[in-house]
């Protein structure tokens, strides 16, 4: 049997016309874009812009308006077990109030994985294993989360999303409340596993870092989509200006960025 040409293997995520309402209020309007398989997608924009909104509605998590699918089929008609298998969502993360230790939270994300009250099996044990060595936590795994630092309890989420093993992995700031080293490993770690094919889209605080890191800058702001593109066509002092209100400069060596900023923009 021949194998599939490309234009006849559905988009991982699609959406045409997305629009989310919240309390009454848009939030997303007239949203668009098609994503392949292995991409790394930064999403970036101002506080408020969406982002978050955006990654929730590519959850599952809210109800929206218009298309958006998931390999060709509406998010919302997925049953939440099985969208579980191809949907990871690591969120903004605050301290865990949960008497679990680091192990037993990362091996929640086997769930989608077993069957009613079932319990693990050794090979979910081995990638709950993995999962934690995967984020430097392998020396913490019987630590109660409650006694581990934010950026430790990011980390454990950032886990759990791994042992979930989904094929489109979404983050939310994931970088927060990391250190430097931290920051660094993460990423480098997210552009291992879409180079080993696993789809990822990340919002991101650090435009210089968001920039390195993605193929492809979603940059957000009153919640649309003002730009899509690679980061040395997106990444301009025209669209922080519009997207966020300040005046800057870009200056690129390679493919690594250095936003400069020069002030607040007048009449932003």
Known sequence: MNAPSPRSVPDVLAADGLGVSLGGRPVL?????????????????????????LLRAVAGLIPYAG???????????????????????????????????????????????????????????????????????GALAGRPVTQLSGGEQQRVALAQALAQDAPLLLLDEPTAHLDVRHQLDLLDRLGALAEAGKTVVAALHDLDRAAAFADRLWVLSDGTLAADGAPADVLTSATLRHAFGVEAEVEWAGSAPRVRYLGVARGA
Request: hydrophobic share 45%.
């Open 29 to 53: 309007s007239d949203v668009a874009f098609a994503v392949r398989e292995g991409e790394r997608i930064a999403l970036v924009g101002a506080n408020g812009a969406g982002k978050t909104t």
């Open 67 to 137: 298309r958006l699918a998931l390999r060709g089929r509406e998010v919302r008609e997925w049953n939440a077990k099985d969208r579980a298998r191809q949907v990871a969502l690591v969120r903004q993360q605050s301290d865990l109030a949960v008497d679990f230790t680091a192990r037993e939270l990362v091996a929640l994300g086997r769930a989608p994985h077993l069957g009613w009250a079932e319990r693990l099996r050794d090979a979910d044990c081995e990638r709950v294993d993995a999962a934690l060595e995967a984020v430097d936590l």
